[in-house]
């Protein structure tokens, strides 16, 4: 992962969360207002950025050099109130459970604080991030450094703060001398405002240079234009063009006060801080001690947060924040060095990097390799990642042994060594050596590969895209502001609950501690009654179309070689499936027609096409597979549509001649008018399926197969609880050994407090045995779905292992690119068609013998979403 340092000024979270947030306390009148806003902007930060590194610093009460150079230094601020002051220790307890550093010193301002660290980080080549809304620490901003403006959400880096001010960062201080700063209470100079303090910097550069100038510059500034003056009176005299009389006598009075104003606005960087940059990487958090502060503050919200990261927190946890283990590498017996040092020293460790008789181990081997990569080594011989290991025998969360401290440099050598030893008999003991061995590890190099190849991205089809769509959105706007008959913030649930509750008495659905929900659910129903939720909809769809992707993706192409490079996680769900970041290619748009045109900016690059193999309802086929259920296994075996087989049940159709059930076994259920059809059947009664009852069928199949409720199934349909339940009664009757598969999985889950797949991968569900019936029922779908979901994953991941051997060992150019769920994307030239569609073909469809028949799909096309079936 990128490493990015974010540094938080805490008194500027601190006071925005306290007024932000009303009055908040716990029984026992404790206040938390603050306390809360502050947690939650901290968990949308680590959430939103991933920081490798984080420290958050605080003022201290002590006066500091400031405040010996000038008496009334922030002498204008009102003290800190009462229960924001009861507040401060809560918040330091529940920033060291996470843990995250708290960085601040005795004589010097937190901003003094930011200003040495991101200094420091800047050496070390550390992006840094510096979230505050003091103006004074924009001076810092460089190439490694910007300022995050954390109350409007925007970045400032040396071309911001020229657009925002018209000087440069490090003219920041010499506006603040001029114009003072009244929220410091920094004086300036009497009568300089903004725009004249910018035009002097402007001309002169600098205070000094100013004052160097006016030093000996004449009473009456158009005197420097005489010929008597020579040339270098001349040029004085266009820069004095700029001063009134009055102008300058305010700066001649004003220059004791100028130049001590400057004084107050630098920040000091040698800030004596014990705290190295090492100090703050990310580590895991006390999750068991956070949830315990939450639920003392009644926090319920954070409390449930904090219940779904220990229960999920496989990807936070080996993600590579503040753990000394990510920097180590193993070449051989006795020999650990950090990332770093290899790197500085590539050329003597280059012959260790290629030997393929030498392990490597470490964590998050899958970024070193694209780090050697890039530097010209190609690393051989095999891997053993500790997280990998970690991620495939977690039974709890966090993992016990990831927070092993392994100190640093070779004083880790033996706990690095103990704890491959300790994975290596876990791995075996838990029959899982294989998976890792034969699956996990080679496909570090595989998805390596694939990260740095990327794929291309048409970005002038975006910026088209984007326009269209900028367009439809204001029309949509007009629509909505015609309909509601006034204009107002669309995006703002407040003013929308105003214009739908109160303006149009339209009936309000859930509440929500803020009031009524305006979510797409509430929208939805009242779109039945209303056209005005049903423009909204559109109109929010649209939009985060537009900013999610179309705006998003340009700015995350590589300058380089204009291609996307996401970055893969073979361990970031519980499943095995891949999940991936910068951007998230998992969630790309392909239901709607309008989501689906994001794909056609995702192209092959000249001459080169893209060759999609997609599995055809592999999960379903891994069901039929493991519970032997026989009309499933019969339906595949025969080639036939699974999901019109099972819309043929639950509506009494035909499919085919081969296929005509019984009305005793599936009865007749009508279809809903809005469905097509009339109620009944009518004339359509046993004359096939339509693709709406597919659509029905399809849906009824995955609800099966995720564990879905009536309830659920009857929300996805829009339909009556009976009818959906009647629905899946059909379906259980019809592939009976399904649901005594599901029952038998249940039950053996509950004994092992685990589940596994074909190849072994386990997840273990300690929540089946909760008391809270909610929980227990996420716990016993996530029970029922795993080993299905989870065996398709392992089917892929070994198919793409065994593809890039073979395309390497027939030294094809084709080269996979992405991986989306059950389809692999390549991109080769026309020419290697034959041969990539045998190889391909034949490794997916052979790679794990299944009692049916797996099937692939293989399109061709220049585009992603232009695809057409060889």
Request: aromatic share 8%; with cysteine; glycine share 8%.
């Amino acid at each position: 992962m990128d490493k990015s340092f974010w540094l938080v000024d805490g008194n500027s979270i601190l006071y925005r969360s306290y007024y932000a947030i009303g009055p908040l306390s716990t029984p026992d009148g404790q206040p938390s207002n603050a306390a809360y806003g502050f947690t939650t902007t901290l968990f949308k930060l680590i959430q939103e950025r991933n920081p490798s590194h984080l420290a958050i610093t605080f003022d201290r009460k002590e006066p500091t050099f400031r405040h010996k150079l000038f008496s009334d230094y922030k002498i204008q601020r009102p003290p800190m109130p009462e229960d924001l002051v009861k507040q401060i220790p809560l918040i330091k307890e529940i920033i060291k459970t996470f843990p995250i550093v708290i960085l601040e010193k005795p004589g010097y301002e937190a901003d003094d604080v930011l200003a040495t660290m991101s200094r420091r980080a800047e050496k070390e080549n550390l992006n840094t991030f510096i979230v505050t809304g003091d103006k004074d620490i924009l001076q810092l901003v460089g190439e490694k450094i910007k300022v995050y403006n954390s109350s409007h959400g925007f970045f400032y880096d040396a071309e911001k703060v020229k657009e925002k001010f018209g000087i440069s960062p490090e003219n920041i201080v010499d506006l603040i001398a001029l114009m003072g700063d009244a929220s410091d209470n920094i004086p300036g100079v009497f009568g300089v405002g903004e725009k004249t303090a910018v035009k002097l910097i402007k001309e002169f550069g600098s205070i000094e240079n100013l004052y160097k100038n006016i030093d000996i510059a004449p009473q009456s500034p158009h005197l420097l234009s005489s010929p008597r003056r020579g040339e270098e009176g001349k040029e004085r005299g266009k820069k004095w063009d700029v001063l009134a009389d009055s102008l300058r006598e305010k700066l001649i009075k004003g220059k004791e006060m100028a130049f001590l104003s400057k004084k107050l606005a630098i920040l000091d960087l040698g800030v004596p801080l014990k705290a190295s940059i090492a100090d703050c990487r990310m580590k895991n958090p006390d999750y068991q001690k956070l949830k315990e502060i939450f639920q003392r503050l009644e926090f319920k919200r954070l409390v449930k947060v904090v219940d779904e990261l220990a229960r999920h927190c496989e990807p936070r946890s080996l993600s590579g924040r503040g753990n000394l283990n990510e920097d180590f590498l193993l070449f051989q017996p006795g020999k650990i060095y950090r990332m770093d040092e290899i790197l500085r020293g590539l050329e003597s460790f280059k012959s260790r990097l290629e030997d393929p008789d030498t392990e490597k181990i470490g964590f998050h081997l899958k970024e070193k390799l694209i780090q050697l990569a890039k530097k010209g080594v190609e690393v051989k011989g095999e891997l053993f990642d500790l997280g990998v290991a970690e991620y495939l025998l977690n039974e709890k969360s966090p993992s016990p042994l990831i927070l092993s401290p392994l100190g640093r440099g070779r004083e880790g050598e033996g706990g690095i060594r103990t704890l491959r030893s300790r994975c290596l008999n876990d791995l075996q003991g838990k029959n899982l050596l294989s998976l890792f061995k034969e699956v996990e590890m080679p496909l570090i190099k595989v998805l390596a590969k694939m990260e740095m190849k990327g794929i291309f991205i048409d970005t002038g089809y975006l910026s088209s895209l984007s326009k269209k769509f900028g367009e439809k959105l204001k029309d949509l706007e007009r629509e909505i502001y015609l309909a509601s008959g006034e204009e107002f913030k669309i995006n703002s649930p407040d003013q929308l609950r105003k214009i739908l509750f109160e303006k149009l008495k339209l009936p309000p659905g859930k509440r929500t501690k803020k009031g009524y929900s305006t979510d797409s659910e509430v929208l939805k129903e009242l779109s039945r009654i209303h056209h005005l939720p049903a423009t909204l909809l559109e109109y929010r769809q649209l939009y985060k179309l537009k900013s999610t992707y179309i705006d998003a993706l340009p700015k995350l192409v590589s300058q380089k070689d204009k291609r996307l490079h996401t970055s893969f996680n073979q361990i970031g769900t519980t499943t095995g499936r891949f999940s991936s970041s910068d951007p998230n290619l998992q969630n790309i748009p392909i239901r709607t027609e309008r989501g689906s045109l994001i794909r056609k900016a995702f192209c092959a690059e000249g001459d080169y096409f893209l060759f999609s193999f997609d599995y055809s309802q592999i999960e379903l086929r891994v069901l039929a597979h493991l519970s032997e259920d026989p009309s499933l296994r019969e339906a595949f075996l025969n080639n036939r549509d699974i999901h019109a087989e099972t819309a043929s049940l639950i509506f009494n159709r035909e499919t085919s001649p081969s296929l005509s059930p019984s009305p005793q076994s599936s009865p007749t259920l009508s279809l809903p008018l809005r469905w097509g059809g009339k109620k009944g059947g009518g004339k359509n009664r046993g004359g096939g399926i339509t693709p709406e009852m597919r659509r029905i069928g399809k849906t009824v199949n995955f609800a099966v197969l995720y564990g879905m409720s009536g309830f659920g199934l009857a929300k996805e349909l829009e339909i009556k609880r009976e009818k959906a339940d009647e629905f899946i009664r059909c379906y259980f009757e019809k592939y009976g050994r399904v649901k005594e598969y599901f029952q038998g999985t249940l039950e053996k889950a509950m004994k092992d407090i685990y589940v596994s797949t074909i190849l072994g991968r386990r997840r273990y569900i300690p929540d089946l045995k909760s008391k809270n019936p909610t929980v227990r029922k996420f716990a016993e779908r996530a029970a029922i779905n795993m080993p299905v979901q989870g065996s398709s994953a392992d089917i892929l991941k070994l198919a793409m292992v065994k593809i890039e051997k073979d395309l390497t060992k027939n030294n094809l150019k084709s080269m996979m690119i992405l991986t989306i769920h059950d389809e692999l994307l390549f991109e080769g030239p026309e020419e290697e068609e034959e041969k990539l569609t045998k190889i391909v073909e034949d490794d997916m469809l052979n790679i794990i013998p299944l009692s049916v028949p797996i099937k692939v799909e293989i399109k061709k096309g220049k585009n992603w979403l232009d695809l057409t079936k060889i």
